[in-house]
T-cell receptor
Framework: NAGVTQTPKFQVLKTGQSMTLQCAQD?????MYWYRQDPGMGLRLIYY???????DKGEVPNGYNVSRLNKREFSLRLESAAPSQTSVYFC??????????????FGEGSRLTVL | GEDVEQSLFLSVREGDSSVINCTYT??????LYWYKQEPGAGLQLLTY?????DMKQDQRLTVLLNKKDKHLSLRIADTQTGDSAIYFC????????????FGSGTRLSIRP
């Protein structure tokens, strides 16, 4: 049972380049999320998709776009990468954004460095 | 705005108890969580507590909530090397996962 799978695990970009982080979950969850994790800071929500066909901004959406491709897949795109976007990115999912406990299931993370 | 604060590091001797502390600012917090992140992995929910509870125990884990002081703690009894990880405190006013606010995490290291 794979859970939440993210690709790639590591990526180095030059300033101005674009790239897409892919995320897929096999738990039949309705809601999916993208977070970034920076040293000394908690996880910050970039975008989320409460259900297939919907996406919403989180706390730090600037410089990112997302696509909920289908129920399983939720991608995060950096159109023009900046050094401030150097971070570890986590994808997460849950059965429903308005579930009883709010338990999130996380992928292993994608470490992105922008030079 | 809402904030969740934790100390960054904690070092404990193997076999001792670990106590990880967290304070939060939102008095409307209803759901409080502890997540664990092992090296190279994503976060995993350890336990959660509702604001109408004072304590929750699950095997070696004890969560204490002082709602008046907005203080949450996680006690790990008989700490083992496998407990080495980063522990994140998190809170939310609702059960909506998109509203969860995470702390910066406490890195727990175990001394032999």
């Amino acid at each position: 049972n794979a859970g939440v799978t993210q690709t790639p695990k590591f990526q180095v970009l030059k300033t101005g380049q674009s790239m897409t982080l892919q995320c897929a979950q096999d738990m039949n969850h309705n809601s999916m999320y993208w977070y970034r994790q920076d040293p000394g800071m908690g996880l910050r929500l970039i975008y989320y998709s409460a259900s297939e066909g919907t996406t919403d901004k989180g706390e730090v959406p600037n410089g990112y776009n997302v696509s909920r491709l289908n129920k399983r897949e939720f991608s995060l795109r950096l159109e023009s990468a900046a050094p401030s976007q150097t971070s570890v990115y986590f994808c997460a999912s849950t059965r429903s954004d308005r579930g009883v406990t709010g338990e999130l299931f996380f992928g292993e993370g994608s470490r992105l460095t922008v030079l | 705005g809402e904030d969740v604060e934790q100390s960054l590091f904690l070092s404990v001797r193997e076999g001792d108890s670990s106590v990880i502390n967290c304070t939060y600012t939102d008095s409307s917090s209803t759901y409080l969580y502890w997540y664990k992140q092992e090296p190279g992995a994503g976060l995993q929910l350890l336990t959660y507590i509702f604001s109408n509870m004072d304590m929750k125990q699950d095997q070696r884990l004890t969560v204490l909530l002082n709602k008046k002081d907005k203080h949450l703690s996680l006690r790990i009894a008989d700490t083992q090397t496998g407990d080495s990880a980063i522990y994140f405190c998190a809170e939310s006013r609702t059960s909506s996962a998109s509203k969860i606010i995470f702390g910066s995490g406490t890195r727990l290291s175990i001394r032999p």
